[in-house]
């Protein structure tokens, strides 16, 4: 199992690397719509749809909805300003304050949306869309004057992501003895949880040092913080939403990782919350 993952990871690890320096703006849109479109399909288990049609339609329907979206915007200009791109990256802060509701109330929470499908739809809904816009918006960010500034600031949201979750793996095998949340996700604690805040703000640090993100200190500090603590609440609503759904992984298509789902659910939350805060709170242009 630790092979294949590993296996996995440093074969994925590079290519994503490639995508975002690489690609230009319609590719990695494409990319990231199939990924999305992915993300839907293992999605429909959360919602409860058992039959395999039903989730193609799913995914089906979400990239329709990605593809309507990006067809009523200027081609290729994915500006903040743009009503539906602030409007889904607003939705998106609404939800996931909603999600760490929902998981710190847990399991009385789920009376609320457990027996409705329509809700659970809603909740992918606010999940995937947001995600989808808030990779554009930050990769296109300062497009025309340099290429790859957008793809800096992605680069550097999967780090701090990439890097919460490793200290907090790191951090609860070797520290670990006060649960986290039990009741969504037993194996986390809140020493790992520290563990990977540390060492976000680590990161957060050198990538001050050294890469091009021409902001404050005091706005990147503020915005990797809350997307850190978001990458955690994206992670234990998935969890939530799996125990709910009686399953351990949302899906199969990453040998030794689980579901597109599994892998990108800190991102789901951290991307698009990091993306309001930087471009719509904090007005970075």
Do not use: N
């Not at 293992?42 to 193609?56: K, M, P, Y």
């Not at 300003?81 to 990256?89: D, E, K, R």
């Not at 995600?131 to 550097?156: C, E, I, N």
């Amino acid at each position: 199992m630790l092979k294949s993952r590993l296996i996995t990871s440093f074969i994925l690890i590079p290519l994503v690397i490639a995508a975002l320096f690489w690609l230009p703006p319609p590719g990695f849109a494409m990319v990231t719509m199939v990924i999305c479109m992915l993300a839907a399909w293992e999605w429909g288990q959360f919602a409860g749809l058992v039959s395999r049609s039903q989730r193609v339609w799913l995914a089906v329907l979400c990239g329709l909805l990605l593809a309507f979206m990006m067809f009523t915007l200027p081609a290729y200009q994915y500006s903040v300003h743009l009503p539906q791109i602030a409007g889904s990256l607003w939705a998106a802060l609404g939800w996931w304050i909603v999600a760490l509701v929902l998981v710190l109330s847990y399991p009385v929470s789920a009376a609320l949306w457990r027996d409705s499908r329509v809700i659970r739809l809603v909740f992918g809904v606010l999940t995937i869309v947001p995600f989808f816009w808030g990779m554009l918006t930050l990769r296109q960010y300062h497009y025309d004057v340099d290429h790859f500034t957008g793809a800096w600031w992605l680069l550097y949201v999967m780090f701090l992501v990439w890097g919460a979750d490793s200290g907090a793996y790191i951090f609860g095998r070797l520290f670990g003895k006060h649960k986290l949340a039990p009741k969504v996700s037993p194996g986390k604690t809140w020493e790992g949880f520290l563990g990977g805040l540390v060492t976000s703000a680590l990161i957060a640090w050198l990538f001050s040092l050294w890469a091009p993100l021409m902001v404050s200190t005091g706005t990147l500090l503020i915005c990797s913080l809350v997307a850190a603590l978001a990458s955690v609440l994206g992670d234990l609503s998935e969890s939530m939403f799996k125990r709910e759904a009686g399953i351990k992984d949302s899906g199969h298509l990453i040998p030794g990782h689980g579901g597109i789902l599994d892998r990108i659910d800190s991102l789901t939350a951290a991307v698009p919350v990091f993306a309001c805060l930087l471009l719509l709170v904090f007005g970075t242009l």
